[in-house]
T-cell receptor
């Protein structure tokens, strides 16, 4: 089945530094990638939608300059948390929709970000 | 507004007993419906989906769900629960007018005790 590989699985960084999270579609072309943020024991909050070859679309209230999203190719989308602060600590998950005979979504394994 | 409700924060069931995790939705049109399971510090794993056709959908790990259009529900069920089923379960809906975006319920923690 389709796989989205997300790295790193966990990362600890110092306040003020930037962290990049990568999501790669391994066996299909992901023209769209959704980026979610999840707080402990809570649901997923959609942050933004990236589309290959165009600018990402951010949900209301999400800071574009803090959460930089790039969709460089049909198999790679990245989320960079810039000038991270402790309140950015969270679990980040990517997801790619698929059409065709299999209609659904494939999720990455998530990234646990801790900012100290 | 498009929304998904999972009315129970937590469901407790004894191993071997049937389980039900409830989901109702409020969307216009004919939505696509999904159930996902999440284990701690992991991404979401697909269980099953309803797109069209038979209202009873069978999915992974012995789970099934019934689409009820009149009640706008899509409850997740399993005839015999396992301890390993303990996890966080999400119901999600893709409203037709939202493009490919998913709307998630708040999630339900399932605890299966031996």
């Amino acid at each position: 089945g389709a796989v989205v590989s997300q790295h790193p699985s966990w990362v600890i960084c110092k306040s003020g530094t930037s962290v990049k999270i990568e999501c790669r579609s391994l066996d299909f072309q992901a023209t769209t990638m959704f980026w979610y943020r999840q707080f402990p024991k809570q649901s997923l909050m959609l942050m933004a939608t990236s589309n290959e070859g165009s600018k990402a679309t951010y949900e209301q209230g999400v800071e574009k300059d803090k959460f930089l999203i790039n969709h460089a190719s049909l198999t790679l989308s990245t989320l960079t948390v810039t000038s991270a602060h402790p309140e950015d600590s969270s679990f980040y998950i990517c997801s790619a929709p698929q059409g065709g005979t299999y209609w659904g979504y494939t999720f990455g394994s998530g990234t646990r970000l801790t900012v100290v | 507004a498009q929304s998904v409700a999972q009315p129970e924060d937590q469901v407790n069931v004894a191993e071997g007993n049937p389980l039900t995790v409830k989901c109702t939705y409020s969307v216009s049109g004919n939505p696509y419906l999904f159930w996902y399971v999440q284990y701690p510090n992991r991404g979401l794993q697909f269980l099953l989906k309803y797109i069209t056709g038979d209202n009873l959908v069978k999915g992974s790990y012995g789970f099934e769900a019934e689409f009820n259009k009149s009640q706008t529900s899509f409850h997740l069920k399993k005839p015999s629960a396992l301890v390993s089923d303990s996890a966080l379960y999400f119901c999600a809906v893709r409203p037709m007018e939202y493009g490919n975006k998913l709307v998630f319920g708040a999630g339900t923690i399932l605890r299966v005790k031996s």
